[in-house]
């Protein structure tokens, strides 16, 4: 099966007022059938600032993952915008929406989120996890403004499916009728989760996520990187992500002359794969957001 090579389209805001109005398109698709939580975030500062940075949430997620993180860097200054992914956040948490997604849905999301966000902030940063990490990844290799792109737990690869597999496993993904399997086997729906969140994940969704996962890749071994700096961030105790998939990608990077940074949180502090959400259990943003956001700022 080839690989389908996902190009950006980019059509940057020209001004503060234009990235408003398109902001304001953005959270216009959030309908009534959209949880309160789960529509677009955006934190302005009534003006274009020097920075801005945008964050994109993981599968079966939604922006309110990244709100605390995103409140965070606006008291630093930042214009924050954190979209909704295609298909996430509905009340139903039981929809069967997410079957749709597609990779080109979610590069399309990228490059409208980044083309705001140029006219949100002088300097733009770029941040995901998991899913929200492949995205990331996408703007690294593929748009050249961002200052700086920053993959959390980026979803490159999933455990427990062995690395020569993912391509063929891919394949059989897209091709095949779709299965809803449960994030927690044992309590279904009645497991614990944000009311804009879903129990359930989608294997066409993730064929998705790894078909656009392959395309950076792809890209990555013709062609440096886009964006000017990278960073890296893997968490050694992660359950759900291939982090030898991002080394992978790191090194392709650094082969093609790529400024990029890693850092791995060390397995002792026994973080979940959502390093993010401050309502994870087991979580530690007293210790993740700090480490976070010196990577996105550069210390300033």
């Known amino acids: 099966m080839p690989i389908k090579i996902l190009h950006a389209n980019p059509r940057p805001a020209g001004s503060y007022a234009e990235a408003l109005e398109r902001a304001a398109a953005l959270r216009a698709r959030d309908t009534d059938e959209v949880h309160p939580l789960g529509q677009t975030a955006l934190m302005v500062h009534g003006r274009r600032t020097e920075r801005a940075i945008v964050f994109f949430h993981g599968y079966t997620n939604s922006p309110a993952q990244f ?31 997410h079957a749709l997604l597609t990779a080109g849905e979610l590069t399309a999301l990228a490059d409208e989120a980044v083309d705001i966000a140029l006219g949100l902030g002088e300097q733009v940063a770029v941040a995901g996890l998991s899913m929200g990490g492949v995205m990331a990844a996408w703007v690294a290799q593929e748009r050249p403004e961002p200052v700086r792109v920053v993959l959390i737990a980026p979803g490159l690869g999933v455990r427990p499916l062995p690395r020569w597999l993912t391509r063929a496993a891919t394949h059989m993904m897209l091709r095949m009728p779709n299965i809803f399997l449960w994030w927690d086997p044992a309590l279904k729906d009645k497991a614990p989760g944000s009311p804009s969140t879903y129990p359930r994940y989608s294997t066409h969704a993730v064929g998705q996520m790894l078909s656009l996962s392959a395309s950076v890749a792809a890209r990555a071994r013709k062609v440096a990187p886009a964006a000017r700096s990278i960073v890296v961030v893997t968490n050694a105790n992660d359950k759900s992500v291939d982090n030898g998939a991002a080394h992978e990608q790191v090194a392709l990077w650094r082969a093609r002359g790529g400024n990029v940074e890693a850092y791995q949180f060390p397995a002792e502090l026994g973080l979940p794969h959502d390093l993010i959400d401050p309502a994870q259990a087991n979580g530690r943003i007293d210790v993740v957001y700090p480490v976070l956001i010196e990577r996105i700022t550069g210390g300033h």
């Open 67 to 97: 709100r605390k993180l995103g409140e965070a860097l606006y008291e630093r200054g930042y214009n924050v915008l954190i979209p909704r992914l295609p298909h996430h956040g509905l009340k139903d948490r039981l929809t069967a929406d």
